[in-house]
Each structure stands twice: as C-alpha cells, then as structure tokens.
C-alpha cells in the first residue's frame, strides 16, 4: 500500500525526464559556481521530492522464479537538486497539494543546514511573487524546472521568467493537454476549453491557425459546413516552440515524450532567458549535448 503523501508515477519518459533535468543541474553548476555568487533551483510543482514507482509481480518462468509486486520509492526533481553537486545555494519548491507541501517540508527539515524554502500554493502565483521581490539578479543564475499538472502555467508567467534574464527553463508541455482540449470540431470548444488555451499559448490566434472550414457531404448529398481542427499534435508542438522562440532569445528544440503505446504526452522544452551570446552559447552547449543523449536513448534497440 502506498502512503496518502506518496506521489505515484513513473515509466520509461519520467526516468529519461528527470535523467535529462539532473544531468543539465548537474553541468548548470559545474559551469557557473565560478562565476556568480548565487545559483538557484526553483521547482514550481515539486511533488514529494520522491515519486513511488509500483513494480508488477512477474510470473515464474523457464528462466527464473517469479516476484512479488513492490514499490520503490526513488528521487524525484527537488531531492535530485538537493544532491546536485557543486551545491545550489538556494532551493526553492512549490506545490499546491498540502500533503504534498508537508512532505517536502520534511525533506527540508532532513536537510537544516541547506537554504531551502517550500511555497505552498499555485505556482503562477508563488513565481511571480518571487520574481517581483529580487530586486537584482545580476550576482544570480538559476534554473526553473516546469512539470506542472496539466496546462497550469500561464503564459504571463513566462513572460515574467524571461524579464529576469537570468533563469534557464525546463518545460514539460502537455501536448495531450493541448490535443485534448482543442477538440476537432470547433462546436465542442467551449468557454473553459478556449480560455484554458489562451492562458497556456498566451495568444487567441492558436484557433484561427489551428482550424479550417471543412465541407462534408452526407449520404443524401446534402453539403455541411463547419469549423474543424487541422492541426495535429506535430503541428501544435512547433507551433508552441515558436510561441517560446518568439519570447525567449534561444529555445533548443524538444525532447518529445510517449506514453507506453507510443502516443505523444509530452515535449521537454529548454528556454533560455539571459540574452548574452556567452551564455546563451554555454547553455546551448550544455543543454544540446544532454537533449541529444535523451533521444539517442529512445531510439536505441
């Protein structure tokens, strides 16, 4: 039985994920310690610090004896960076779920002599708050890890990480968010549909690009017209990598990831908010090398 705290999930795309983020922290502070004062994490949906993988029981066969199901409790996002080493100098994790929020202040507390802070709450909220009270950033870098439940971070929020040009963004886009909730007929978009959309893209021009007028003729002949999606999950993945390339001065193209039938979930998005050819080229660098391992991994037989 798994924990009312525990954060359950899990799969092939959630190791490549957090392999690609740690791997990246890992590079992020080796490269700068030398050159700022101040290196932060920033976790917007941290969770647990830990994830609860359920292994399934394995039928005795003619090469081995079977096995019991089990869980594994293993590292999630927050306790990775909380390992990382050079150090961060501060940790800063959100999360909206009071369970949630009492199990990371307890891994804060397993840990008294690192600067940690838990923001409970939403996300878009808790960095905005926090961007607008740094009053500088030019002695601090950081990383901002975007893993939000469904399509929560709005694109104002965007917007505000790149004002401080100073934050490195990974970015878990829900591209079966966004197919989901641009339903392939137009009538079925509803307030909360558009509006969920709008917030995410930060745009209303994803309906007019992404829908066309289509003429279908029934079995009596008769001629029904009506507005309906042509764009596909391919399409919806370059359209919000534009979007991003139009705000931010470098995004790396994403690291795309399937569910285990194969159907696209989600594309890991690396953006970068400093505009300084310098480092735009060290995280270029740095982010490009560990986004190619990730999809040589995916391929490999």
Request: proline fraction near 5%; glycine fraction near 6%.
């Amino acid at each position: 039985m798994t924990a009312a705290s525990d954060h359950e999930f899990g799969g092939v795309s959630t190791d490549l994920k957090l392999s690609v983020v740690g791997n990246y922290l890992r590079q992020f502070t080796i490269a700068l310690r030398p050159q700022f004062e101040h290196l932060w994490y920033v976790d917007a949906f941290a969770g647990t610090g830990e994830r609860t993988v359920i292994i399934p029981s394995q039928a005795a066969d003619m090469f081995g004896p079977g096995a019991d199901a089990r869980i594994e409790r293993q590292r999630g996002s927050a306790r990775i960076a909380i390992e990382v080493e050079p150090k961060f100098d501060r940790l800063v994790f959100m999360e909206k779920r009071p369970k949630h929020v009492a199990a990371l202040n307890s891994l804060k507390s397993s840990h008294p002599n690192r600067n940690i802070e838990v923001i409970p709450g939403d996300a878009n909220t808790a960095i905005l708050s926090m961007l607008r009270n740094q009053n500088t950033w030019a002695r601090i870098r950081a990383v901002m890890f975007l893993d939000p439940y469904g399509m929560t971070v709005e694109w104002q929020t965007l917007e505000a990480i790149r004002e401080t040009q100073a934050i490195d963004v990974w970015y878990l886009v829900s591209l079966s968010g966004l197919f989901r909730q641009a339903t392939r007929d137009a009538e079925d978009l509803d307030f909360s549909k558009r509006a969920a959309l709008t917030r995410m893209i930060g745009t209303p021009d994803w309906e007019k690009d992404w829908y066309q007028m289509s003429r279908r003729t029934d079995m009596f002949g008769d001629v029904d017209e009506r507005l309906a999606r042509t764009a596909e999950v391919d399409d919806m993945e370059r359209y919000f990598a534009d979007r991003l390339a139009d705000l931010f001065p470098a995004v790396l193209p994403p690291l795309r990831l399937n569910d285990d039938r194969g159907i696209p979930q989600f594309a890991l998005f690396f953006a970068i908010s400093n505009p300084k050819p310098a480092a735009i080229g060290l995280a270029k660098r740095i982010a490009g090398h560990i986004l190619k391992a990730g999809i040589s991994s995916k391929v490999r037989p």
